[in-house]
């Protein structure tokens, strides 16, 4: 009586992991440029929602500069009454920024956002950006 087993042979699963092995290294490059670009993106919006509530504390308050505070596990922001951003005062967690910062009005470096994934940016007390590290 003859008996077959049945299974995959090596070589079918040695091509097997090689496919996956390639897919992988395809994929891996994409998702890392992808988390990059959506880091950035939220980086910009981000820093233009600071700046144009600044913008909007300085007309209404009179001041030249406001100091907040920042929660990096949580991104809350913390300040005065007056500063109210839309949407609620919260930015992105896991930014590289001090707890403590302070947006100046119409200085070109006024704060900086720094995020791991998506690089540097100085904008200045509109929200306006330049990107300056990788």
């Given amino acids: 009586m003859n008996t077959l087993k049945k299974g995959f042979t090596v ?3 040695l091509i097997v992991a090689i496919l996956i092995g390639i897919i992988c ?3 891996f490059p994409a998702v890392n440029q992808y988390q ?3 880091a950035q993106a939220v980086m910009q ?3 233009s929602r600071l700046g144009a509530t600044a913008q909007t504390y300085f007309a209404e308050t009179f001041t030249r500069s406001v100091t907040l505070g920042y929660n990096s596990a949580t991104g809350a922001i913390s300040g005065p009454e007056a500063f109210n951003m839309p949407g609620g005062n919260k930015i992105a967690a896991g930014y ?3 707890a403590e910062f302070t ?5 070109t470096d006024s704060f ?3 995020h791991a994934k ?5 904008f200045d007390g509109k929200g306006d950006l330049t990107k300056t590290q990788e």
């Fill in 11 to 13: 070589l079918e699963t």
């Fill in 25 to 27: 290294a395809v994929a």
């Fill in 36 to 38: 990059a670009t959506r």
């Fill in 45 to 47: 919006d981000d820093g």
């Fill in 96 to 98: 590289e920024i001090p």
């Fill in 103 to 107: 947006i100046e009005m119409n200085k």
């Fill in 112 to 114: 900086v956002l720094k």
């Fill in 118 to 122: 998506g690089g540097t940016y100085t």
